[in-house]
């Protein structure tokens, strides 16, 4: 079928629909949701069979959806109605929700059902359910309701309260004043949820050192604790610790609340906002093998299984700064210091990585010079993997990947993904050649020309595209946990196979091989010259792309890589 896309947004629920759609051989655009004109006009351009929304914050036009069957995902389940779905979930503590596919009408959220599909919600953030569980219910809904669509013998349900399957309600926006925490009276739990529900966006409004800011991410502290509830206790590779009542939490981000008429704010590490009010307070290390062991927080964390070992990565947002790459290396070589075979690279659940971190970097007295350090940082532990030698490295995935994130995955010998992954190897939407090996490593799994493609094209990869092109090596389904099973398993046979000396003296033979071809010392600095240029050079977009993008400045239209590439089926 030819489907259209209307969202606010290319994010990654929109991107991944869009792939799952196209691997089932439909024709699908895309158009963002920026006006009803815009609209209007890619609908009558396209002339869609069925319009689908994964994400949208405004209502699509009457004349459209009067037409033409348009279907709305929303985060919740049957009755659920509302702007804050998720945020209310998590605030209330529910154990179960869901995601409903309904048809578009004049009151929103209140069309008939096409389909819905319930999950159990684990304890985590907004953002980090969104992209699991969430999107993972959103795809099995939206693939049923775009079947029964096609088949044309299906009756949407209508919306009905008596019915007992129908336990949602009409909820409303939820405002800061119900967000806000009271640190003299909330206990651990009640603080973790009203952080965890507004991690990603709005943030909750609070009051530090006598300034305003919007607190982002809420994890649990195990060991330290304060006579003052709401204190700063400590300090942690960028985030902040504070006490409750009954215990503490960590806070790794925070942002300025914008002043009437000044400049957009945005997030970044705590500890970076409050650098001035932070003298006197500790900092607190943790070796990633101690908090694999405990309830706190850290972005990094090892453990043994026997011959296998186990480096987990986790950044909010899966961005990496400088400093956040020269931990990750640290943390890297001494995992690779350790008597194992095999050594898993990546998060339990969640993103991968995304690359240098726009933010810190938007943040800095120099952008530019900033920019240069995290690139080259990023490199330094992509070359580590690279070139190591000793045991086999293997990069598991169990959510998405971007630009240096995904090359930095692709350094590993095997890449291991997880069937609702999505992956972008490019750099181009931030106007950036790249770097992170990618020349040497991109072409030697796709081949040059699907390596020119996938960096010039822009479009998003789904899981089975990939390893349909080589670009990963196996696949694999079932929610996050299931994944992490599956490669602990397969790990521990990497571990074990009769092959592995075998394996580990090729790919000795094949580093040295390739470094009498070209080394890869060549192929960093051809890449930096490029990257340089893009950082320091009169007239490159990098820097206003990166602006618009940490600021959140709205696009104009629809790049176009979204409204022509997107439209052909693979």
């Given at each position: 079928m030819r489907i259209l896309l209307i969202a606010s947004a290319f994010n990654s629920l929109t991107q991944r629909v869009h792939a799952e759609l196209r691997g089932r051989g439909h024709q699908v655009a895309v158009q963002l949701a920026?006006?009803?004109?815009?609209?209007r006009t890619a609908v009558d351009r396209i002339d869609p069979e069925l319009i689908v929304c994964p994400m949208l914050t405004r209502a699509v036009p009457e004349d459209v959806w009067s037409a033409r069957t348009v279907l709305i995902v929303h985060p919740g389940p049957k009755g659920d109605r509302?702007?804050?779905s998720l945020d209310w979930a998590i605030t209330e503590g529910a154990e179960r929700w869901g995601v409903t596919v309904l048809q578009a009408v004049g009151e929103m959220d209140a069309g008939d059902i096409w389909a819905s599909v319930d999950f159990d919600v684990p304890a985590c953030g907004k953002s980090e359910l969104y992209r699991n569980e969430v999107a993972?219910?959103?795809v099995e809904a939206v693939l049923l309701a775009v079947q029964r669509f096609e088949g044309g013998l299906f009756t949407p349900e209508?919306?009905?309260y008596d019915r007992p399957d129908v336990r949602g309600r009409l909820r409303p926006f939820l405002r800061q004043d119900a967000r806000r925490i009271d640190w003299s009276a909330d206990d651990t739990a009640t603080v973790l949820r009203k952080l965890r529900a507004a991690d990603s966006q709005p943030g909750v409004l609070d009051e530090l050192y006598g300034r305003e800011f919007f607190l982002h991410g809420g994890h649990a502290e195990d060991q330290l604790r304060g006579p003052v509830p709401g204190a700063v206790l400590a300090t942690r590779d960028g985030a902040i610790c504070r006490a409750t009542v009954d215990g503490a939490v960590w806070i790794p981000q925070l942002r300025p609340r914008r002043t009437p008429g000044g400049p957009?704010?945005?997030k970044l590490p705590a500890a970076t906002v409050l650098a001035d009010e932070l003298h006197r307070v500790r900092e607190v290390p943790v070796t990633p093998a101690e908090a694999a062991r405990r309830d706190t927080w850290s972005e990094l964390r090892y453990h043994e299984d026997g011959d296998v070992g186990f480096l987990e990565f986790s950044h909010t947002g899966g961005a990496m700064s400088t400093e956040q790459c020269?931990?990750?290396?640290?943390?890297?070589?001494?995992?690779a210091d350790r008597p194992t075979s095999v050594l898993v690279l990546g998060a339990a659940r969640d993103f991968y990585s995304n690359g240098i971190h726009l933010n810190v970097i938007e943040g800095a007295s120099f952008p530019a010079l900033e920019s240069w350090e995290n690139i080259n940082a990023m490199d330094d532990l992509v070359e580590a993997i690279l070139t190591t030698t000793d045991k086999l490295t293997v990069s598991a995935l169990a959510g998405n990947a971007a630009a240096g994130g995904l090359m930095l995955a692709l350094a590993a010998d095997e890449v291991w993904c997880r069937e609702s992954a999505v992956l972008n190897p490019h750099y181009r939407l931030m106007g950036l050649y790249g770097s992170e090996y990618w020349t040497y490593t991109l072409p030697r799994r796709v081949g040059d020309e699907w390596a020119r493609r996938l960096t010039t094209e822009a479009l998003p990869v789904g899981a089975e595209q990939a390893r349909g092109i080589g670009l990963v090596d196996r696949t694999e389904g079932g929610d996050a946990a299931g994944f992490r099973r599956w490669v602990a398993r397969e790990a521990a046979r990497l571990a074990a196979s009769p092959e592995l000396t075998a394996r580990l003296v090729d790919k000795k033979r094949r580093l040295a091989a390739d470094e009498d071809e070209r080394p890869l010392a060549d192929h960093r600095a051809e890449e930096l010259r490029h990257m340089h240029a893009n950082f320091y050079r009169a007239g490159e977009p990098y820097h206003g792309l990166r602006r618009d993008f940490v600021r959140k400045a709205c696009p104009v239209a629809t790049p176009e890589h979204l409204t022509g590439l997107l439209g052909r089926p693979e």
């Open positions: 920026l006006g009803d004109e815009q609209v509302g702007p804050s993972d219910a959103a209508p919306l009905d957009a704010t945005f020269r931990r990750l290396l640290a943390a890297y070589r001494a995992a």
